[in-house]
T-cell receptor, first 112, second 115 residues
């Protein structure tokens, strides 16, 4: 079946540090890949997505590239801010399916 | 658009009471999902509907949990009787099943506390 594996958190960084949150997946075919963000006290919201190999999704300074050869979709940001403190979820939709598979989430804490 | 609407935002109840959580999906979305989030178990998919029909309820933890979607703009998740271990944040999400890549739109959640 489909699965998504994320690095364990929490990830603790100082403001302006470089961020990487690893995500790898298992799925047949060509799934669509997503990163969702959950700010404290809120629901998840889409951060970025990529629908085919080598696509790069980007939003709010965050980027992730769909790597078919390594089955990965790592999230990166060059300079984090305190306001980026949140839980980040990697997810996939297997091709043709509207049912998502979520990772367990990675908490990011950014200190001033 | 108003987004996915959930009510109540917070619910505190005593063990044994019936609890009803409500969700209004985004207009035009035909698939609706109920999730539960806890620190221990993370985000769990409980049940989902397509065109108001329940498709898969294998994630519903027990018979005490039930969900309905009487029309395209309203769904309920009911717990009867409630127990302290049901304390969690419950999310509703919607999408359009005929419009890939099927990103999900989440509501703000209902934080349930059962004492």
């Amino acid at each position: 079946g489909n699965s998504v594996t994320q690095m364990e958190g929490p990830v603790t960084l100082s403001e302006e540090a470089f961020l990487t949150i690893n995500c790898t997946y298992t799925a047949t075919g060509y799934p669509s890949l997503f990163w969702y963000v959950q700010y404290p006290g809120e629901g998840l919201q889409l951060l970025l997505k990529a629908t085919k190999a080598d696509d790069k999704g980007s939003n709010k300074g965050f980027e992730a590239t769909y790597r078919k050869e390594t089955t990965s979709f790592h999230l990166e940001k060059g300079s984090v801010q305190v306001s980026d403190s949140a839980v980040y979820f990697c997810a996939l939709n297997k091709g043709g399916s509207y049912i998502p598979t979520f990772g367990r989430g990675t908490s990011l804490i950014v200190h001033p | 658009d108003a987004g996915v609407i959930q009510s109540p935002r917070h619910e505190v109840t005593e063990m044994g009471q019936e609890v009803t959580l409500r969700c209004k999906p985004i207009s035009g979305h035909n698939s609706l999902f109920w999730y539960r989030q806890t620190m221990m178990r993370g985000l769990e998919l409980l049940i989902y509907f397509n065109n108001n029909v329940p498709i898969d309820d294998s994630g519903m933890p027990e018979d005490r949990f039930s969900a309905k979607m009487p029309n395209a703009s309203f769904s309920t998740l009911k717990i009867q009787p409630s127990e302290p271990r049901d304390s969690a944040v419950y999310f509703c999400a919607s999408t359009v099943s005929g419009d890939p890549p099927y990103e999900q739109y989440f509501g703000p959640g209902t934080r349930l506390t059962v004492t």
